[in-house]
């Protein structure tokens, strides 16, 4: 949901004001200085980088405010990694603000330190809109992760995904004074520093304050007063004293990660000793689900083969010519809603990073249209917008004086605009992920059987091959029915056919995606696509005349104020394919459950005992599936992806427990359980 942004002031020396805590952002002199000072040596960073075993080193910060924390610290992490190119592992920064400070203000605030420009401008780039959550930026090649979470720190800490081991390796203890700003000084935040932490973690902090040293030893930390910084005498630092055995959520929703064999540990596998020893990777299914999970695992130093039972990538639903890319929004701010905006933002960022690096593919950021075609639709737009779900710079209101401007036609309807969105050619973004990630993608291979061999997978193949892996991952969208281990999952199959419709002159000046019950967008080689049909349980996907006629005849209903509509002439030319879905509409993304024994596990599920009394649940080893994206693939897989590569490498991920457990693949056998259903 929008989030209220940072009311700020620019004093005499340009250093930014917080008028509603009466306090400054960074000192008027020597803010790099004091950064390097309280955080950088108080945390022996980079000290500890030199002989740090793990695949991540994970910081976390109470208020990221202009990100200059964040920023000299990717600077040092940068200087870092120059002087000493074999470094094995990245840098993961999480950073909470409840106030984010505007984009216009954040490039004055950071105009001050020109020697950070290269990666001030990085930041700026991809700086998220106010809403709530995590947003996941990328940094130096993918070296470098930025979790923003965006919100007060105690609804966001709670949320945090933990491990047993935990996730932070080091904390910044920031924000503004604790007399100026009490409510984050909490135990409770205390608390969640400890529960988040490694056992080798750090902390430091600015202050020295009496009651914020005895909440620190109270949750767990060993506690010094240090040297401060400037007119600072002193400050607080100190690390973890004991990891306390603390609930890292609800047992039957795990975050599944890979094991090596004989490993009990999944970090074990990724220290310094097994730097050659990655794991080889099976993705089964070649549409725009498994290439960006190549893409994902790519940029986390894991390489992956593709199979694909066609001859050519992205032959199912992902092998349309043009498709709508925009966020599935409601006035309220559900679960749904949440993942929908979170994924769409993530995505938006990484396929034009994908552009940048030289990547190309056939697409127009045009923005789309979501027009009010009749009262119904008029009135759920209208709360969306009185009750400021969402920010305006994301999706906003237009009149049909403004709507027929967008799109550069007589638009008789009022409606609502994302201007980030609009069309992309899903094949050739499928490629071009691909040949980002350097995947080997192998075609004419469709799956028959999966078997676990000792420690690994035994893959054997239509054509009577065999290939063994250390992970699968199923991204095989309508094919899933048919995928050993998943037939108990509960899939929908939805065939749509979408239509070519030739362009004209009228046509031709279309210049948004439109959407109503269906979309229409602008001409790309000569054709516009037009669709599109929802046909239940049906497999086919032979092209029909009968379904031509229902979706031109959906169109000129849903639009018959627009003149132009019933002149759309179709010529019997479009394509249709088989999406899978799932009962809520949502991903499933992450390890594949062991059903007959989570069955047995949560068979007292009903009895609502608390969430300790039950075992963790048990999943396929090193067995995963990113599926179930519908006609939404294009927003949701890059984030459900990210999820999934993040599972497997033990980094810290990017949603919160409650949208996590969301996208769970048991998350309908846990439900049956709980209503004693199974």
């Known amino acids: 949901m929008s989030i209220k942004q940072a009311n700020i002031e620019f004093n005499e020396n340009g250093a930014p004001v917080a008028t509603e805590f009466a306090d400054i952002y960074f000192s008027d002199a020597g803010a790099f200085e004091e950064t390097q000072h309280v955080f950088l040596s108080n945390n022996s960073i980079p000290l500890r980088w030199e002989t740090w075993p793990q695949k991540y080193f994970t910081i976390a910060e109470t208020g990221f405010g202009t990100g200059l924390n964040f920023l000299i610290t990717l600077k040092c992490f940068s200087d870092f990694i120059e002087q000493q190119p074999d470094t094995n592992f990245n840098l993961h920064f ?96 205390f608390e969640h520093m400890a529960r988040l932490a490694t056992e080798c973690c750090t902390f430091a902090t600015f202050t020295a304050a009496g009651f914020v040293r005895r909440g620190l030893i109270q949750a767990g930390f060993d506690v010094q007063k240090r040297p401060g910084h400037g007119r600072k005498r002193e400050m607080l630092a100190g690390q973890i004293n004991k990891k306390q055995d603390t609930p890292t959520g609800l047992p039957y929703f795990v975050r599944n990660s890979y094991q090596a064999a004989n490993q009990p540990s999944t970090n074990q596998y990724y220290t310094s000793q097994h730097k050659t ?116 710079s994301l999706i906003h209101w237009v009149d049909n004086q403004q709507a027929s401007d967008k799109a550069n036609m007589h638009i008789p309807y009022s409606g609502l605009f994302v201007p980030s969105a609009g069309w992309i050619n899903p094949p050739e973004l499928t490629q071009a992920l691909i040949k980002a990630a350097q995947t080997q993608v192998i075609t004419n291979h469709q799956l028959m059987s999966l078997d676990r061999d000792a420690n690994q997978w035994c893959l054997t193949w239509q054509n009577q091959t065999l290939t063994q892996a250390d992970i699968v991952i199923f991204t095989t969208g309508s094919d899933s029915v048919d995928m050993p281990y998943l037939e108990e999952l509960p899939f929908r199959l939805v065939r749509g056919q979408v239509e070519a419709i030739p362009t004209n002159n009228e046509l031709d000046k279309l210049s948004t995606v439109l959407c109503h019950k269906g979309y229409f967008t602008p001409n ?155």
């Not at 490039?107 to 001050?112: E, I, S, W």
């Not at 994902?296 to 092998?319: M, R």
């Open 524 to 678: 790309w080689q000569g054709h516009h696509a037009l669709g599109s049909t929802y046909v239940k349980e049906d497999r086919s996907c032979e092209y029909r005349q009968s379904e031509q006629s229902l979706n031109l005849g959906m169109h000129q209903r849903s639009l018959d104020k627009c003149d132009w509509i019933h002149n759309i002439q179709a010529e019997g030319k479009g394509r249709a394919a088989i999406r899978a879905s799932t009962p809520d509409h949502l991903p499933m993304v992450g390890a594949v459950p062991n059903v007959e024994q989570q069955k047995q596990q949560y068979q007292d599920l009903y009895k609502a005992l608390p969430s300790h009394c039950y075992p963790t649940a048990i999943d396929h080893p090193n067995l995963f599936m990113l599926t179930g994206l519908g006609s939404r693939g294009l927003s949701t897989a890059p984030l459900s992806a990210e999820i999934l590569a993040s599972q497997i490498t033990g980094q810290a991920l990017p949603l919160s427990d409650k949208l996590l457990d969301a996208l769970n693949p048991n998350r309908f056998l846990i439900r049956a359980l709980i209503r004693r259903q199974e």
């Open 94 to 189: 999480i950073s909470i603000e409840k106030f984010p400070i505007s984009l216009a203000d954040l490039k004055q605030a950071l105009a001050v330190y020109p020697e950070l420009q290269e990666f001030s401008n990085e930041l700026l780039n991809q700086y998220p809109e106010p809403i709530a959550g995590c947003h996941r930026l990328h940094f130096l090649q993918n070296r470098v992760t930025l979790d923003l979470w965006l919100g007060d720190v105690h609804q966001v800490l709670p949320q945090i995904n933990d491990r047993p081991d935990g996730i932070v390796d080091a904390w910044y203890l920031d924000g503004f004074a604790p007399s100026k700003n009490p409510d984050m000084w909490t135990q409770s935040l």
């Open 277 to 392: 020893n990655k794991p080889s990777i099976a993705i089964i299914g070649g549409g725009i689900a498994g290439a960006n999970c190549a893409y994902a695992l790519a940029k986390k130093g894991l390489q992956a083969t593709i199979y694909c039972k066609e001859s050519q990538l992205a032959q199912g639903a992902s092998g349309n010519p043009q498709g709508g890319f925009y966020p599935q929004l409601n006035a309220e701010a559900s679960v749904a809603s949440q993942i929908q905006v979170s994924a769409f933002t993530y995505a938006a960022r990484l396929y034009k990073q994908l552009l940048a690096d030289g990547f190309n593919y056939s697409h127009d950021w045009c923005g789309t249209l979501l027009m009010a075609f009749n009262d119904k639709v008029t009135t759920r737009y209208q709360k969306m917008v009185s009750n400021q779900t969402w920010p305006e």
